[in-house]
């Protein structure tokens, strides 16, 4: 009788935790902008700058240059995320890099000067 009771309190602490979830599922927001960038390491630079507590995925197309951010609703404001990627040297749609930030980047990854992937990075 009592593994009976524990069973049945089990149970219902069960159906009450996934009850919950249902009822309050996590918001998640998405958002696509342009980012200017040319090969994979772009790529790499720009999604790990994104890599934050909130964001559950970013993804980045430089042959499209945009980037999709799924992130938790209410924890960022857009330009928060355009200042993320600005930060380590990509312009956007709506801010541009620091000069200086972009001169560090690897020859490769001027997008400014004109640098364009090479059919390896295309594949």
Known sequence: MKHLIKSIAV???IILITG????NPPKKTTITF?????CGDCKER????????GIYKSLYNFKT????ITYKTGMFKEEQFHNM???VGHDTELVKAD???????PECCKYRD?????DEEKE
């Open 11 to 13: 149970l219902c602490s």
């Open 20 to 23: 919950m979830a249902l009822v």
């Open 34 to 38: 342009k980012v200017f960038g040319v």
């Open 46 to 53: 720009i999604e790990e700058a994104l890599d934050r507590k």
């Open 65 to 68: 240059q945009q980037v999709t």
């Open 85 to 87: 990627v600005a930060m």
């Open 99 to 105: 000069n200086v930030v972009y001169s560090n980047l």
């Open 114 to 118: 004109g640098a364009k992937c090479t």
